[in-house]
């Protein structure tokens, strides 16, 4: 498939100028939505578009340099699991499209490629065939719909996350890939940071890192270790409103963004060079963040 790089390219040569803001959270902000009564929350790029220009406009507004699509559990598996594997096309390559017609000329679009949510054999029963396919004509729909990059998030498995790179990157589109750190400062699967930044740069990825997780302070210690083992690509982290709280049988993040904004700041003085947030956030987050971003002194090319 041939797509135009003239965008992507100028996302890479952006990060040598100064550092890049995605948006926050989807899936929480979806999940609070009055008329929730979907399996996945794909369905709402389907079953209410003008919902979804909402939250890409409130996140263009807000000053994200990148939108990210509502596509996360958007691969082949998850969505034979929803039953939705039949409108795949109308998934990912819609999305794309509605974040692309929100973001115009003033933002970048990341399609967003989530894991699959199965495991490959011998713990699971899927092959890295099936993986690849999966995530490869997830990767070719987003790709048609006019998205500027790929976003390959929260994996916790290398095999996986490394076939989800390959796929995405046969695109001819730049790669960002992040792993979630989550249990002692490794992923589900037992991968150390410094391990899993590795696998990411070697399967190709333009930039690595980490998101999601139980907050700053742990994506910090995360961040640390990435930073000792010298990473070869710039680093990415977009982590969670802190831990949730169930509070009146509503999943409620009540980590303040002001917070966030600090620890941020901090991961930029230190070399990283791609900054969001995830799960619990909103647009305040994201505006905090550009106004703390648009403070800094513009970096010098090396």
């Known amino acids: 498939m041939a797509v135009d790089r003239s965008a992507s390219d100028a996302v890479l040569h952006a990060l040598a100028c100064r550092p890049l803001l995605f948006d926050g959270a989807m899936g929480s902000i979806l999940n609070d939505l009055p008329e929730r009564d979907w399996e996945a929350p794909e369905e709402v790029t389907l079953r209410f578009p003008e919902r979804m220009a909402e939250v890409y406009q409130a996140y263009l507004e807000a000053g994200a340099d990148v939108l990210s699509t509502n596509t996360f559990g958007g691969n082949l598996i998850r969505l034979q699991r929803a039953g939705l594997v039949e409108q795949s096309e109308a998934i990912n390559r819609g999305a794309a499209e509605q974040a692309r017609a929100v973001a115009g000329d ?22 890295e065939d099936q993986m690849t396919e999966a995530f490869q004509v997830q990767a070719e729909q987003l790709a048609s719909g006019g998205v500027d990059l790929l976003l390959c998030e929260t994996f916790s498995d290398i095999r996986e ?43 190709g990825a333009a930039v690595i890192g980490c998101n999601c997780g139980n907050g700053p302070e742990e994506m910090t210690q995360v961040l640390d270790q990435m930073l000792a083992a010298a990473p070869r690509r710039p680093l990415m982290a977009q982590s969670n409103a802190g831990v949730p709280e169930l509070i009146d049988g509503r999943v409620c993040y009540l980590y303040p963004p002001e917070r966030m904004v600090d620890f941020a700041r901090r991961w930029i003085d230190a070399g990283v060079s791609v900054v969001g947030s995830c799960c619990g956030s909103t647009s305040r987050t994201t505006l905090l963040l550009r106004e703390m971003i648009d403070r800094l002194p513009a970096r010098v090319p090396a």
């Open 106 to 127: 003033d933002a970048w679009v990341a399609g967003d490629i989530g894991q699959s949510g199965d495991f490959l054999e011998p713990l699971g029963d899927v092959t």
């Open 161 to 203: 996350v490394q076939i989800a790179i390959q796929a995405a990157a046969s695109t001819g589109l730049p790669v960002f890939a992040t792993m979630t750190y989550d249990i002692n400062l490794h992923t589900m699967m037992g991968v150390s940071p410094a391990d899993g930044m590795r696998a990411c740069e070697d399967a």
